[in-house]
């Protein structure tokens, strides 16, 4: 099992936390700060709990000046920034918890401590408290010649960025978001195309019009611009949305057969289900989006839908065979309840197989049908 994600926290990243911040500030006591910071309690804190105890516990070791904490902390930072990922976004809560009295400073802070790391989580907060203000700087981020700045500007205003906490006002009204997005939509930079895609998909969740109106709009000017297009339309194309699917080519499938469908009928919690079958066209199978759903039991003996993109290609052939595996092994984001699934088939929006299987806590697997 993977390591949990919480234990990127751990002596040897406050080791060396402590040695950088020593240099820049001399006084800081770490054996202290280090005492404290694995306290009785440390091991049962999660991920965000560890950061945010580790953030409040700089400021009681710090100086009684915001200005002069956040010096140390950029000079921090800036040391310990091309060995550390998500550690280190330790900083950017530092300004979420204590800077938002501070708007200028904190700007300056999380401009810093965005490069090669993430600062879209704490900018939310002066978001939701100076939205006018924080959107005009956002603005000019986007015009920076820093890719990563350029990202902040359009992941720091994701109406349903997650783990973060949501902006409702933009839920109801993206168009302040557009005008930021309209900056970046042709961005060199694939990093920030991407953030931009994720903001269309973010704002297709509540207002899937506004998002398929700007698609039309957008479309066609270049293959880099139709890519980040269709990943922002990625859920509508899930939930097979006819007006989008047929925008990007897909269209409702005709005289499309399927055959020699095979699948396992029942699996072993921990093991795989296998499934596989071909697709026919008496002419040529053409422009394909080809998808599998599963109907997940959940506790209260529903079911929930879950879409998994299977292939996307042009075929310029008559048949093609398809075969995939879904692992029912254990993991964090998914319970498996024991019971009755079912597996469908969707090309360009349509389902055109579903087949029930069961999932065993212990039972042998049967054979292919």
């Not at 795989?272 to 040529?284: G, M």
């Not at 008559?318 to 254990?330: I, L, M």
Request: net charge positive.
């Amino acid at each position: 099992m993977a390591e949990a994600l919480k234990n990127l926290y751990n002596k040897t990243y406050i080791t060396l936390l402590c040695k950088a911040i020593t240099k820049y500030y001399p006084p800081f006591h770490a054996i202290s700060f280090t005492k404290e910071i694995f306290n009785t309690s440390w091991k049962e804190r999660t991920l965000k709990e560890r950061m945010r105890h580790i953030s409040i516990t700089l400021d009681y070791f710090l100086t009684n000046e915001y200005q002069k904490n956040i010096d140390i902390l950029i000079a921090t930072f800036n040391e310990m920034n091309y060995a550390f990922g998500l550690e280190n976004m330790i900083f950017q809560d530092y300004v979420e918890v204590y800077g938002l009295d501070s708007f200028d400073i904190s700007m300056q802070a999380l401009q810093a401590f965005t490069i090669h790391s993430s600062s879209e989580f704490a900018l939310r907060q002066f978001l939701l408290k100076y939205e006018k203000k924080t959107l005009l700087k956002m603005k000019k981020w986007a015009k920076s010649k820093n890719e990563h700045l350029r990202r902040l500007a359009s992941e720091g205003c994701r109406p349903r960025l997650p783990w973060a906490v949501a902006l409702p006002q933009f839920k109801d009204d993206p168009s302040l978001i557009l005008e930021i997005l309209e900056l970046l939509k042709d961005d060199e930079s694939p990093y920030v195309r991407k953030s931009v895609a994720n903001n269309l998909n973010d704002i297709s969740k509540e207002n899937p019009q506004i998002v398929k109106e700007l698609t039309k709009r957008w479309f066609g000017v270049s293959k880099e611009r139709d890519a980040m297009l269709k990943h922002g339309c990625r859920t509508m194309l899930k939930n097979g949305d006819r007006e989008v699917l047929e925008l990007f080519g897909f269209a409702r499938v005709k005289n499309l057969l399927i055959e020699d469908f095979s699948s396992t009928v029942s699996v072993k919690l921990g093991e795989e289900l296998h499934f596989s079958f071909s697709l026919l066209h008496p002419q040529e199978l053409g422009l394909l989006r080809v998808e599998f759903a599963l109907d997940f039991l959940r506790k209260n003996n529903k079911h929930n839908k879950k879409v998994f993109q299977l292939a996307q290609a042009h075929y310029r052939t008559k048949k093609k065979r398809f075969e995939k595996s879904y692992s029912f092994k254990k993991i964090s984001t998914r319970v498996y309840y024991p019971g009755l699934h079912k597996l469908s088939i969707i090309v360009n929006g349509l389902t055109i197989k579903e087949f029930e299987f069961r999932l065993l806590e212990t039972s042998s697997i049967l054979p292919l049908v």
